[in-house]
Every structure is written in C-alpha cells, then in structure tokens.
C-alpha cells in the first residue's frame, strides 16, 4: 500500500492553501476591478492600475463611502477623479474617518462646492488625521492668509496635504521673509499660490532668498518672491544653460540680469521656446534684441496664439504708417478686447485684410499692397 509521508502531507497542505489563497486573491482583485469600472466610473486601464492598491471582496463599506461622497455634492465624474488618484479612499470608514473631515469643512465656512474641489484636487487629504494635521493646518492658514478663499486654495494643493512636517518649516521660512521686509500681502500670495515653496528645508530656503538678494531684487516687490520660486525650483546648471540660450541671440549678461529682474519667468521656458520666439521676433519683425530683453513677458506668452498674430497686426500698420515704428512689445500684455479695439478694428478701414491677418488666415506677404512692394523692388 502507498503511504505518504509527514513531509509530503505538509507539502500539499500548503500547496492548497497557495492555490486557495492565489484563487481567492484572484476573485477579489476581479471584484474590486469590476467595482471600480461600474460604480465608480474609471476606465478599464484606470481601474487595472487602481486594484493594484487597493482590494475588496464586497462592495458594502466602498458603498457607503460613494454614498457619503453623494451626499456632500459628489457626481459620478468627481468620484471618479477622486478615486482614481486615491483609489484607498475606498477602505477608509466612513463615520470615523470621512464625514468628521467633511463636516469640519463645512464648519469653517467652506461652501459645498469648496469642499468638493478640495477633495478631488487633494483625496489624500480625508486619509490624514483631523486632529493632528486638517485642524493644525487650517489653523496656522488661518492666522497667515485671513480669508477662506485663500485656505481653500492652499489646501487644494496635494503636497502641503502630503507633507509631515510643514508645521516645521513654513512658520520658519515665513519668518525668514518677514524679517528681510517683504509685505505680508506678498507672503499671502505666496502661500496661497505657491505653497510648495515655503514647504522648503530652512536651509535651501535661506539659501535661495540670499542668492535672489545678491541679484539685486527689491523684497518690496513681488518679483522678489517670484524669484525665489524659481530659484527654488530651478538648479544653478538649468538657468546657466538659460542664460547661454539668451546670449547667443546677442544679448549681454547685463541685458538677461535686466530681463531676469523685470520678469523671473523669463527662464522658465525651454530651450526651443526662446529660440522660436528671438526666431521671430528678431528675423521676421526686425526687433533688436535689446528690446525684446525689455519686455521679457513675452517669453510666457503663446507665440502661435498671442505673439505671432499681434506682432503680425502691428507690423502691417508699421508698413501701412498707421502706427510708430518704435511700437514696444508691451502691445503683447493688453487684454484681447484692448488690442482687436485700439488695432484691429481701428484701422479696419485702412486695412480691410487685416481681421484676416489676426487671425492667421492669411500671411503679411500675402496682401497686396506688399506684393506691389516686392514687386517695385525688383524692378530696381
């Protein structure tokens, strides 16, 4: 007769216990896909990546939690943003853990449709403890930018809601800024827009406020902040590379110090994006580049849907002599109803093609007009 034995019993009782656990894992991770698909709204390809982080074998505590979420305002598409970011929102209890956040919320003054925004932006944000980080933070927001409409703000922002030890280092790094003279509205906007940077260490913080200070940056204005933004973000080798990129259109270190200072931004864009905009600027519209580095906004703006239609306006009046050749490229920060009013509409009559031009429907060496001027030249 066959015996089997203790170590072989041993081995197919596990071996049953693997294939029973691997089938049951299986049946969950299936259930919990199928869930997310039908009752939250996520893509198949969303839902795949979601039951990744998060299982399930019923839908009676995820159903709970969708039903708590619909009461505060909820539609299907918020949920499934929310879940699809933070798909554990789903294990979470509801009555523990869910509506003491919500209710809070709503205490302090938030509005309905706040505290969804919040939530979508920011999920994370109902798995973090009420007493020792929601309550303390909006505390602390609360004594530095005043008004709800700002908090909101801040806390729609996921890496102050991620973050352990903000408590730390934003009071410090606020203090740092008060201490050197910026306004307090300054120090506002920043928190409120731009909370990530007062998150900094202390000591890069310091570092970056020093460095903008050498640059010569008024901390009056609000153009210091922004520099210390960038300069928080971006290392000293991708401003170098920046640097180079404006100069080897011709301008001076002085001239990019000039522009830096005007308008920090002017060393957020790539590489390709300041060399398409000097392209045209400097060989299409015959700007010299020391006029483009006083108006350095210009490198924020689209070149397809803001600089190439304007300047092309402008430069068909320059040739038409409606306009002063010495036009700045300020014309590029007017609001779009300034600019068709004092340019497109005003000289309409003059110039009927040039709606067209605006537009881009048609090219400045397209009119007439110029044609009959190249044409005259040739003849010479």
Known sequence: MFEISKAQMHFLRNARLIVFRSFSSTKQHS???????????????????????????????????????????????HISKAVSKFPILLTADPEKTLLPKLEFFRSVGFSGPDIVSIVVSSPFILKRSLENHVIPTYNFLKSVVMVNDNIFRVFKNPFLMLGQNWQKTIPTNIATLQEIGVPMPNIMFLVTRQPGVVFRNREKFTTSVKKVIEMGFNPLRLSFLKAVQLSCQLNEFTIEHKMETYRRWGLTNDEIML????????????????????????NKMGWEP???????????????????????????LQMKGLVKKDLSLSILAYTEKNFVDRFVDKHGHDVPELLSVYQGKIGISDLSFVCEAIWAKKQL
């Open 290 to 316: 020391a006029a483009i580095a006083r108006c350095p906004s210009v490198f924020a703006r689209s070149l397809e849907k803001n600089v190439i239609p304007r300047c092309s306006v402008v430069k068909v």
């Open 31 to 77: 259930f919990t896909e199928s869930y997310l698909i039908n009752s939250c709204g996520l893509s198949p390809e969303k839902a795949l990546s979601a039951s990744r982080k998060v299982h399930f074998a019923t839908p009676e505590k995820a159903d709970s939690i969708l039903a708590v979420l619909r009461d505060y305002g909820f539609t299907n598409t």
């Open 259 to 282: 522009m830096f200072r005007l308008d920090p931004s002017c060393m957020r864009p790539s590489e390709k994006k300041i060399t398409s905009v000097m392209d045209f600027l400097v």
